[in-house]
T-cell receptor, first 111, second 118 residues
Framework: QKEVEQDPGPLSVPEGAIVSLNCTYS??????FMWYRQYSRKGPELLMY????GNKEDGRFTAQVDKSSKYISLFIRDSQPSDSATYLC???????????FGGGTRVLVKP | GAVVSQHPSRVICKSGTSVKIECRSL??????MFWYRQFPKQSLMLMAT?????????EQGVEKDKFLINHASLTLSTLTVTSAHPEDSSFYIC??????????????FGPGTRLTVT
């Protein structure tokens, strides 16, 4: 079993819809949870990070963590064609040095 | 701020030759840099952790003699793929953690280098 599981997609939504992404993880020691966006042939860029259960909002993005279920989510409201990219979750322990990435979900927002 | 560059962005080399990829933190010092490899439609796989002034730490299954890492300064790490083979063709991405980072999550990624070995 992989440490972090993520549906590869592709996930296709119409412009303006809510994009819902999620990852599950197996190691309860993980405490930091990140979401990255990666455009084709580019490096990942950090969208959001959180370290506690609950919701965190930043503009159109909401990150949700449920440690009891080992489940994290990212919601994108009012999606735009420019949101079309691959979204990667990444997880780390508090004292850890390395990020463990999910496989990435490819998202396509159609105008 | 927090910009990481990689050079070259794309390289094609012949089988058996060596290729060097540079990773630079442009506006911050980075004690630690990471090298990742990404195959098409797959996630990033950590290859090694590079610490300035010391030997790199390689992940299990990564050949240290094939992927030479040098972190000679606080703003530059290099990855040299020696005796390249077609199976080394991949997208190589580095990331850099600021020396003053408060948390392990704080890493900034470079734009990647596409290596094609013919």
């Amino acid at each position: 079993q992989k440490e972090v599981e993520q549906d590869p997609g592709p996930l296709s939504v119409p412009e303006g819809a809510i994009v819902s992404l999620n990852c599950t993880y197996s190691n309860s020691a993980f405490q930091y949870f990140m979401w990255y966006r990666q455009y084709s042939r580019k490096g990942p860029e950090l969208l959001m990070y959180t370290y506690s259960s609950g919701n965190k909002e930043d503009g159109r993005f909401t990150a949700q963590v449920d440690k009891s279920s080992k489940y994290i989510s990212l919601f994108i409201r009012d999606s735009q064609p420019s949101d079309s990219a691959t979204y990667l979750c990444a997880i780390n322990t508090a004292a850890g040095n390395k990020l463990t990435f999910g496989g990435g979900t490819r998202v396509l927002v159609k105008p | 701020g927090a910009v990481v560059s990689q050079h070259p962005s794309r390289v094609i080399c012949k089988s058996g030759t060596s290729v060097k990829i540079e990773c630079r933190s442009l506006d911050f010092q980075a004690t630690t840099m990471f090298w990742y490899r990404q195959f098409p439609k797959q996630s990033l796989m950590l290859m090694a952790t590079s610490n300035e002034g010391s030997k790199a730490t390689y992940e299990q299954g990564v050949e240290k003699d094939k992927f030479l890492i040098n972190h000679a300064s606080l703003t530059l790490s290099t990855l040299t793929v020696t005796s390249a083979h077609p199976e080394d063709s991949s997208f190589y991405i580095c990331s850099a953690r600021p020396s003053l980072a408060r948390s392990s999550y704080e890493q900034y990624f470079g734009p990647g280098t596409r290596l094609t070995v013919t």
